[in-house]
């Protein structure tokens, strides 16, 4: 019988956060693949931060990243995006935080953006 346990996530991290809207068994293996290892890297984060990274947006279907108006080729779809929030750090702190962040690194004013494809900054 598949499990959660099958795809083994980095202890601060859980499926439900990084996937709200589709178990790891319904996922793409490529699409699993790629959350495990933004989960692994976001774990480093969390570690050198010692606070919880908050998930605000995660994996997004096709279809939910069209209702949330998300790029239409949108990392988020491939599993190697994720917005954080610290609870209690400005997000400008965040991003100071992860201005070495080897991928994409998108700058809000209330959340940051974090992806695993190639080194781009940009402010939203
Ligand atoms: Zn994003």
């Excluded at 279907?61 to 069209?66: E, K, L, R, T």
Aim: with cysteine; glycine share 8%; charged share 15%.
């Amino acid at each position: 019988m598949t499990t959660l346990n099958t795809y083994p996530l980095p202890p601060n991290f859980t499926w439900h956060e990084l996937s709200p809207h589709a178990a790891p068994r319904d996922l793409q293996p490529e699409v699993r693949l790629a959350l495990q290892l933004l989960a692994q890297r976001l774990q480093v984060v969390r570690d050198v931060v010692g606070s919880p990274l908050h998930i605000t947006s995660g994996y997004r279907s096709v279809a939910y990243n069209q209702q949330v108006s998300g790029h239409p080729n949108s990392y988020h779809c491939k599993g190697m995006a994720a917005d954080i929030v610290i609870t209690g750090v400005p997000a400008h702190r965040v991003q100071h935080l992860l201005r070495n962040w080897q991928g994409g690194l998108g700058c809000y004013s209330t959340f940051t953006h974090v992806d695993t494809g190639p080194k781009r900054r940009w402010r939203g």
